[in-house]
Protein backbone atom coordinates (compact mmCIF):
# COMPACT_ATOMS: atom_id res chain seq x y z
CA UNK A 1 0.00 0.00 0.00
CA UNK A 2 1.22 3.39 -1.26
CA UNK A 3 1.42 5.82 1.83
CA UNK A 4 -0.46 9.46 1.40
CA UNK A 5 1.22 12.47 1.16
CA UNK A 6 1.15 14.46 4.22
CA UNK A 7 -1.44 17.81 4.17
CA UNK A 8 0.49 20.84 3.66
CA UNK A 9 -0.67 24.52 4.64
CA UNK A 10 -0.57 26.65 1.31
CA UNK A 11 -0.82 29.67 3.31
CA UNK A 12 2.62 29.04 5.06
CA UNK A 13 5.76 28.56 3.43
CA UNK A 14 7.17 27.33 6.24
CA UNK A 15 5.75 24.25 5.95
CA UNK A 16 6.67 23.35 2.48
CA UNK A 17 10.50 24.06 3.38
CA UNK A 18 10.33 21.84 6.33
CA UNK A 19 10.73 24.58 9.34
CA UNK A 20 10.63 28.27 9.94
CA UNK A 21 11.23 30.49 7.03
CA UNK A 22 13.17 34.11 8.17
CA UNK A 23 12.58 37.23 6.37
CA UNK A 24 9.73 38.88 5.06
CA UNK A 25 8.05 36.70 2.40
CA UNK A 26 4.51 37.18 3.38
CA UNK A 27 3.23 40.11 3.91
CA UNK A 28 1.80 40.39 7.99
CA UNK A 29 -1.82 38.83 7.98
CA UNK A 30 -3.63 42.22 8.98
CA UNK A 31 -2.35 44.16 6.10
CA UNK A 32 -3.37 41.64 3.34
CA UNK A 33 -7.00 41.41 4.12
CA UNK A 34 -7.36 45.09 3.84
CA UNK A 35 -8.15 46.59 0.56
CA UNK A 36 -8.02 50.01 -0.03
CA UNK A 37 -10.96 51.70 -1.89
CA UNK A 38 -10.10 53.34 -4.99
CA UNK A 39 -12.16 57.01 -5.36
CA UNK A 40 -11.96 58.98 -8.41
CA UNK A 41 -13.90 62.52 -9.00
CA UNK A 42 -14.48 63.48 -12.47
CA UNK A 43 -14.71 67.51 -12.66
CA UNK A 44 -14.73 69.89 -15.58
CA UNK A 45 -11.60 72.09 -15.90
CA UNK A 46 -14.11 75.10 -17.18
CA UNK A 47 -17.58 75.35 -16.87
CA UNK A 48 -18.08 78.47 -18.27
CA UNK A 49 -16.38 77.39 -21.44
CA UNK A 50 -17.75 74.06 -21.60
CA UNK A 51 -21.38 75.15 -21.45
CA UNK A 52 -21.39 78.31 -23.47
CA UNK A 53 -20.01 75.55 -26.35
CA UNK A 54 -23.29 73.27 -25.30
CA UNK A 55 -25.32 76.57 -25.37
CA UNK A 56 -24.09 77.41 -29.01
CA UNK A 57 -24.19 73.88 -30.58
CA UNK A 58 -27.77 73.65 -29.61
CA UNK A 59 -28.79 77.14 -31.10
CA UNK A 60 -26.48 75.13 -34.38
CA UNK A 61 -29.18 72.42 -34.12
CA UNK A 62 -32.47 75.03 -33.63
CA UNK A 63 -31.01 77.15 -36.41
CA UNK A 64 -30.72 74.24 -38.74
CA UNK A 65 -34.04 72.51 -37.96
CA UNK A 66 -35.81 75.86 -37.97
CA UNK A 67 -34.04 76.09 -41.93
CA UNK A 68 -35.10 72.96 -42.77
CA UNK A 69 -38.34 73.47 -45.48
CA UNK A 70 -39.38 69.87 -45.57
CA UNK A 71 -39.17 68.11 -42.06
CA UNK A 72 -41.59 65.63 -42.42
CA UNK A 73 -39.29 64.19 -45.54
CA UNK A 74 -36.49 64.17 -42.94
CA UNK A 75 -38.74 62.04 -40.19
CA UNK A 76 -39.55 60.16 -42.79
CA UNK A 77 -36.27 59.35 -44.19
CA UNK A 78 -35.03 59.15 -40.61
CA UNK A 79 -37.38 56.23 -39.40
CA UNK A 80 -36.76 54.34 -43.18
CA UNK A 81 -33.03 54.33 -42.28
CA UNK A 82 -33.97 53.11 -38.73
CA UNK A 83 -36.13 50.38 -40.36
CA UNK A 84 -33.87 49.58 -42.47
CA UNK A 85 -31.09 49.04 -39.74
CA UNK A 86 -33.07 46.90 -37.66
CA UNK A 87 -34.47 44.94 -40.64
CA UNK A 88 -30.15 44.38 -41.75
CA UNK A 89 -29.45 43.00 -38.28
CA UNK A 90 -32.72 40.76 -38.37
CA UNK A 91 -31.51 39.14 -42.12
CA UNK A 92 -27.80 39.20 -41.09
CA UNK A 93 -28.52 36.86 -38.23
CA UNK A 94 -30.61 34.43 -40.16
CA UNK A 95 -27.72 33.93 -42.72
CA UNK A 96 -25.33 33.34 -39.81
CA UNK A 97 -27.83 30.52 -38.69
CA UNK A 98 -27.88 28.80 -41.95
CA UNK A 99 -25.26 26.19 -41.52
CA UNK A 100 -22.03 26.37 -44.30
CA UNK A 101 -22.92 30.18 -45.30
CA UNK A 102 -21.46 32.15 -43.37
CA UNK A 103 -18.08 30.42 -44.06
CA UNK A 104 -18.94 30.53 -47.53
CA UNK A 105 -19.72 34.36 -47.54
CA UNK A 106 -16.69 34.94 -45.60
CA UNK A 107 -14.47 32.84 -48.76
CA UNK A 108 -16.52 35.07 -51.04
CA UNK A 109 -14.86 38.06 -48.89
CA UNK A 110 -11.55 36.85 -49.01
CA UNK A 111 -11.43 36.55 -52.01
CA UNK A 112 -12.84 40.11 -53.43
CA UNK A 113 -10.58 41.60 -50.43
CA UNK A 114 -8.01 39.66 -52.29
CA UNK A 115 -8.83 41.06 -55.73
CA UNK A 116 -9.40 44.48 -54.69
CA UNK A 117 -5.83 44.71 -53.44
CA UNK A 118 -4.24 43.06 -56.59
CA UNK A 119 -6.10 45.43 -58.66
CA UNK A 120 -6.08 48.83 -57.08
CA UNK A 121 -3.21 48.52 -53.90
CA UNK A 122 -0.74 46.64 -55.83
CA UNK A 123 1.37 49.12 -57.89
CA UNK A 124 1.74 52.58 -58.09
CA UNK A 125 -0.62 53.51 -61.17
CA UNK A 126 -3.95 51.46 -59.74
CA UNK A 127 -3.65 53.39 -56.64
CA UNK A 128 -3.50 56.62 -58.58
CA UNK A 129 -6.86 55.39 -60.28
CA UNK A 130 -8.13 54.67 -57.15
CA UNK A 131 -7.21 57.94 -55.81
CA UNK A 132 -8.60 59.44 -59.16
CA UNK A 133 -11.39 57.73 -58.53
CA UNK A 134 -12.26 58.39 -55.07
CA UNK A 135 -11.76 62.23 -55.89
CA UNK A 136 -14.21 62.24 -58.59
CA UNK A 137 -16.82 60.38 -56.40
CA UNK A 138 -15.95 63.61 -53.70
CA UNK A 139 -16.59 65.61 -56.38
CA UNK A 140 -19.85 64.62 -57.62
CA UNK A 141 -20.70 63.60 -53.91
CA UNK A 142 -20.28 67.23 -53.05
CA UNK A 143 -20.78 69.22 -55.94
CA UNK A 144 -17.24 70.77 -56.67
CA UNK A 145 -16.72 71.66 -60.45
CA UNK A 146 -13.32 72.52 -59.96
Do not use: C, H
Not at 89 to 105: E, H, I, M, T, Y
Amino acid sequence: MVAAAPLVNLRRPSALLGGPVRGSLTPPRRDSLKISPLQLTATRSSKENSSSEDDELLADIRDKWDALENKSSLLLYSGGAIIAAWLSSVVVRAVGSVPLLPDLLELVGLGYSGWFVYRYLLFQENRKELANIIDDLKKRITGDDE
